[in-house]
């Protein structure tokens, strides 16, 4: 997915949202729940992309013989997520989610490249 493509979905979704009726029924969370799930498979496709991304470098470190953890790399990670950050959650909840993001992509850094023989991404 291009960047512009995934801004395009991204402006799309801020501005194309269910309507909220004055006095709601059970009814009206359908479309809800349907932009939860559509929003959902895409978060899962950018994690997925972000860990093809890590991959690649987790191959280029091995091949460097470079260490899969670079606490300052990560601090960076988070300081640069953080300061994008408009809410509605919290900077702490974000640091909690990208730091399990960051422990998942490592986890699968380690596994594929560090662990094992080398491989190309």
């Not at 498979?41 to 470190?61: S, T």
């Amino acid at each position: 997915m291009s960047f512009e493509l995934l801004h395009s979905a991204i402006d799309h979704a801020q501005n194309h949202r269910p309507e909220l009726p004055e006095s709601p029924t059970e009814a009206d969370m359908i479309p809800w729940r349907r932009r939860i799930d559509e929003i959902d498979r895409a978060i899962l496709r950018l994690l997925n992309e972000r860990a093809r991304c890590a991959n690649i470098i987790g191959y280029i470190k091995k091949k460097l013989g470079l260490p899969v953890y670079v606490p300052e790399r990560e601090e960076e990670v988070l300081r640069n997520v953080l300061s994008a950050n408009e809410g509605p959650l919290s900077n702490e909840a974000v640091r909690r989610l990208f730091e399990r993001v960051i422990d998942e992509t490592r986890a699968l850094e380690r596994q594929k490249y560090q662990d094992a023989p080398s491989e190309h991404p």
